[in-house]
């Protein structure tokens, strides 16, 4: 098991930054790619951004490129997401997970969800 705790949402304006973290328990931690998806009422989760178990590779979605960044501390069990000139459009429930391969395959564990909100 390893379960999955996000905090770090909140309400900022258009403009602002929010940083996420995304704390695990258990020792499988690090072999895992962690990522972040997001979800808006209506609509399918979406993949966000990715980061492999060594920290050294990492993958974002087109609509987050250059403004978010994903990070993670193998030491603290923790992936961080920083999110830099939010834009209404990210608005969402975001979602850490846990699978083998960053880009592919089926999660083996979520996290509960964190809600973002962007005003204009």
């Known amino acids: 098991q390893v379960p999955l705790v996000e905090s770090g949402g909140g309400l900022v304006q258009a403009g602002g930054s929010l940083r996420l973290s995304c704390a695990a328990s258990?020792?499988?931690?690090?072999?895992?790619?962690m990522v972040w998806f997001r979800q808006t009422p209506g609509k399918d989760r979406e993949f966000v951004a990715g980061i492999t178990w060594s920290g050294g590779w990492t993958y974002y979605a087109d609509s987050v490129k250059g403004r978010f960044t994903i990070s993670r501390d193998n030491a603290k069990n923790t992936v961080y997401l920083q999110m830099n000139n939010l834009k209404p459009e990210d608005t969402a429930v975001y979602y850490c997970?846990?699978?083998?391969?960053?880009?592919?395959?089926?999660?083996?564990?979520w996290g509960q969800g964190t809600q973002v909100t962007v005003s204009s």
């Open positions: 258990g020792r499988t931690f690090s072999r895992y790619a």
């Open positions: 997970a846990a699978r083998p391969d960053i880009l592919t395959g089926e999660v083996d564990y």
